[in-house]
Nanobody
Framework: QVQLVESGGGLVPPGGSLRLSCVAS????????MAWFRQAPGKERDFVAA????????HYGDSVKGRFTISRDDGKNTVYLQMNNLNPADTAVYYC????????????????????WGQGTQVTVSS
């Protein structure tokens, strides 16, 4: 059984930083593309970033390019999202996700392409 467990969310003032973590179990982690999505109240779930299962290639949503960095530690079965220069528009529940199939491309941005999801962690950017 695949489990994804996020942590690291919280309340941060505009311009601040947070690092989210997602620990995976039940899959051969280094074979899987991993991604982050976010969902604000009343809005659709949006793609944030993804990292490939090999070579660590990355892909970002336009609204976070240059501010967020996705990374992974295969030895710890963990994917990270470093978020800098946060603004109120970044307020959302952030979800970790992986596809059901190993070795998938990392440029897939639709939530429908990902079958495994964590429970989410709340990020609130406010003064």
């Amino acid at each position: 059984q695949v489990q994804l467990v996020e942590s690291g969310g919280g309340l941060v003032p505009p311009g601040g930083s947070l690092r989210l973590s997602c620990v995976a179990s039940g899959l051969t982690f280094n074979w899987y593309t991993m991604a982050w999505f976010r969902q604000a109240p009343g809005k659709e779930r949006d793609f944030v970033a993804a990292i490939s299962w090999n070579l660590g290639a990355t892909h970002y949503g336009d609204s976070v390019k240059g501010r967020f960095t996705i990374s992974r530690d295969d030895g710890k079965n963990t994917v990270y999202l470093q978020m800098n220069n946060l603004n109120p528009a970044d307020t959302a529940v952030y979800y970790c996700a992986s596809p059901q199939t190993a070795a998938t491309p990392w440029d897939r941005v639709s939530p429908d392409e990902y079958q495994y999801w964590g429970q989410g962690t709340q990020v609130t950017v406010s003064s």
